[in-house]
């Protein structure tokens, strides 16, 4: 069964495999379990995306699911250990919940196929209360997996303690794919007529979208870690393409899916980005992206053209996925909705301005301490405490303190930056900006496809 | 109600299973503990499945077997979320003895206080 969508889907789960494939190729990790686990996650991330069955949606996300929580852990930190056993547990909960849902959808109807579990529901009525409960605990259970605000608990840690190839690859696919998921379960499975008749159904959804939109989006305002701050970047820009699922509108849900195709691209890329930064100069923390643009211009440029692009500055791919989403949103006269869209626009900038005010118009806070001998500012203390870069820190102080140095090629740890991993962040960088101009066309393709989608 | 209850006691067990799970999950320190709720919660799972397969009086669901059978499809579809839950399993105790090897602790709230200490 494949349409519009899931060959988007499929399209964006290839394309970003292999973006991050040859990313991962110079910056790690390169071990053969890690591959055989790449492999794994992008046959799930393809199955999900063209099965039109429910168990064998429920097998594909629980593979996905193994492959993601392997990936975490493939760092050899007892941190992402950690934090993968956490994604694990809360992953295992979603999915059997989601398994539950299945279990009444089928008890309900006699089927599993989505096409018939259309018109079998159809047939029940869609206030029989064995169809409402399939549907509530499907979509708890695929909430879960996307990440929305009271179940993300499990997201940030697993993205943060990643290596960084691999936090690129869960943050650009996984919540991407199962938040396709529910689209295709609520409307092809349950149908826009199900949303209809349960106009309580339909407002939660929107409910819980706007509440992440709003925590996700504070959260990511208050981390000092940017790997941090990206993961809860991510949950408020799901809560976005779930809120534009929820309205039944078509403007809405093309919205939905460019704004699920661009967030992928552009957070794929900011985490890869981010690994960039970090690899050459250390920095991973906030403050430590002080003067960013005079030790690494190619990577503080890319980073922020992907922030822009994530804020939503027009031309870019972010713009025209909240664009079709708030025009949407004002079509269907749900004007809480538009104020969400609104100031979760304002928040993003609120994050993201911030470090790219710290990128480009501030001193490096390292190399001025090292050079007066005192702690220049209260970020100061931070950047020592993180032990762990220290190798890599002192490798900016030596470049910073030295008033020659221009960019970043002298730094000694710079030379583990390779041209792939910079070709590849740039690449996206200019593809978040030139792909929001093929928007139109591309609406125009998905078109039929979601008119099918919502007219069953 | 008492009457429902008493001819589907096992939809009241699976709910059971479903709650001392989690609970396990959430309330329990231990690590190996919360993946043993991890189980229970499934096994809850499973015996919805076939309960809901299971019809009284029914033959097995083999050709030469008299007409009401009882459903094989829901038994198939248990199997498979056996060997995923065999496998989430496997990946979880081997993160543990990882956890174990890198902190010497399995106590969830231990090892919360040291990661929040470096």
Do not use: C
Not at chain 1, 280 to 290: F, I, K, L, N, P
Request: charged share 10%; aromatic share 10%.
């Amino acid at each position: 069964m494949i349409d519009g969508l899931s060959g988007t889907m499929i399209v964006l789960v290839a394309v970003s495999a292999l973006g991050v494939l040859s990313y991962a190729r110079a910056a790690g990790p390169r071990s053969n379990p890690f591959y055989a686990a790449y492999l794994l996650l992008v046959a799930g991330l393809t199955g999900m995306s063209v099965t039109g069955d429910l168990f064998n949606l429920y097998v594909f996300l629980e593979i996905t699911g193994l492959a993601a929580y392997v990936l975490v852990a493939s760092d050899d930190s007892g941190r992402s250990a950690i934090a993968a056993l956490r994604y694990l547990l809360i992953g295992t909960v979603g999915a059997s919940l989601f398994l539950l849902g299945i279990g009444y959808a089928y008890i309900a109807t006699g089927t599993l196929n989505m096409g018939d579990l259309a018109t079998q529901i159809a047939e029940v009525g869609y206030t029989a209360t064995l169809v409402q409960a399939a549907f509530a605990f499907v979509v708890v259970g695929l909430f879960i997996k996307v990440a929305i605000f009271p179940l993300h608990t499990w997201q940030p840690e697993a993205y943060a303690s990643a290596p960084d190839s691999v936090s690129a690859l869960i943050s650009a696919l996984v919540s991407t794919v199962s938040a396709y998921a529910l689209v295709r379960v609520v409307y092809t499975a349950f149908t826009a007529d199900f949303l209809e008749a349960n106009p309580l159904a339909a407002d939660l959804l929107g409910a819980a979208a706007a509440v992440s939109i709003v925590a996700g989006s504070l959260l990511a305002v208050a981390q000092s870690e940017v790997k941090r701050m990206l993961a809860y970047s991510s949950v408020a820009q799901f809560g976005l393409v779930v809120a534009a699922a929820s309205l039944v509108n078509e403007t809405a849900m093309i919205g939905a899916v460019v704004h699920l195709v661009g967030h992928a691209l552009m957070k794929g890329s900011l985490f890869l980005a981010a690994g960039v930064v970090a690899t050459a100069t250390g920095a991973r923390t906030v403050s430590e992206y002080d003067g960013l643009v005079d030790r690494l211009p190619v990577g503080a440029g890319a980073f922020g053209v992907l922030a822009l692009a994530m804020v939503g500055v027009p031309p870019t791919l972010g713009f025209v996925g909240k664009w079709y989403i708030a025009l949407g949103a004002v079509e269907s006269g749900s004007w809480v909705l538009v104020v969400v869209i609104v100031a979760s626009t304002l928040l993003t900038l609120a994050y993201f301005a911030r470090l790219v005010e710290r990128m480009f118009f501030r001193d490096p806070a390292t190399a001025l301490a090292d050079e007066v001998g005192v702690a220049a500012s209260e970020d100061e203390a931070e950047v020592v405490a993180d032990g762990s870069d220290l190798g890599a820190t002192d490798g900016v102080v030596t470049s910073g303190s030295d008033p020659a140095t221009d960019g970043g090629d002298d730094a000694p740890s710079t030379d583990r930056v390779t041209f792939g991993m910079y070709a590849v962040v740039v690449v996206t960088a200019v593809l978040a900006v030139a792909l929001g101009l093929a928007v139109f066309e591309y609406a125009e393709f998905l078109e039929p496809t979601i008119t099918r989608l919502l007219t069953p | 109600m008492i009457d429902l209850l008493a001819t589907r006691y096992y939809y009241l067990v699976t709910f059971l299973l479903l709650g001392v799970g989690a609970y396990m999950m959430i309330g329990n320190r231990n690590l190996v503990k919360k993946v043993i709720g991890m189980n229970i919660f499934q096994t809850g799972i499973f015996l919805f499945f076939i309960a809901a397969a299971y019809l009284e009086g029914a033959s097995p669901p083999v050709l030469t077997a008299e007409a009401p059978h009882v459903s094989p499809l829901p038994h198939v579809l248990i199997l498979t979320a056996i060997v995923v839950g065999v496998s989430l399993t496997a990946v979880a105790l081997g993160l543990i003895v990882r956890i174990y090897a890198d902190y010497g602790t399995l106590d969830a709230e231990v090892l919360w206080e040291v990661r929040h200490d470096d």
